[in-house]
Nanobody
Framework: QVQFVESGGGSVQSGGSLRLSCAASTSDFSIYIMGWWRQALGQKRELVGEITSDGTTVYGDSVKGRVTISMDNTKHTALLQMNDLKPEDTAVYYC???????????WGQGTQVTVSS
């Protein structure tokens, strides 16, 4: 079981910026990867960005160059900085935390991001 505290979602105009924060806590396993996925209405959930505890990052193709993810390992807090936001970035953004094997993988409750043109 993982407890998540997510913050930072909201509404912004096209071209604006938002920063999402996600703090995860668990005593059941060591968190190895944290990140965000997003799901727009009627669409599949897609990768925004993930980061490992040693700093390796991966980003979704649709956001590359516009987002940066970072993590404070001691606090298990991940930050997602999103710049040059577009209306197509509108979605519910879900924080994810998992162990090294992937067998322990949990999702936060999600936070809405709305970008208006």
């Amino acid at each position: 079981q993982v407890q998540f505290v997510e913050s930072g979602g909201g509404s912004v105009q096209s071209g604006g910026s938002l920063r999402l924060s996600c703090a995860a806590s668990t005593s059941d396993f060591s968190i190895y990867i944290m990140g965000w996925w997003r799901q727009a209405l009627g669409q599949k959930r897609e990768l925004v960005g993930e980061i490992t505890s040693d700093g390796t990052t991966v980003y979704g193709d649709s956001v590359k160059g516009r987002v940066t993810i970072s993590m404070d390992n001691t606090k298990h807090t991940a930050l997602l900085q999103m710049n040059d936001l577009k209306p197509e970035d509108t979605a519910v953004y879900y924080c994810k935390a998992r162990d090294f094997t992937g067998r322990q993988s949990f999702w936060g409750q999600g936070t809405q991001v709305t970008v208006s043109s």
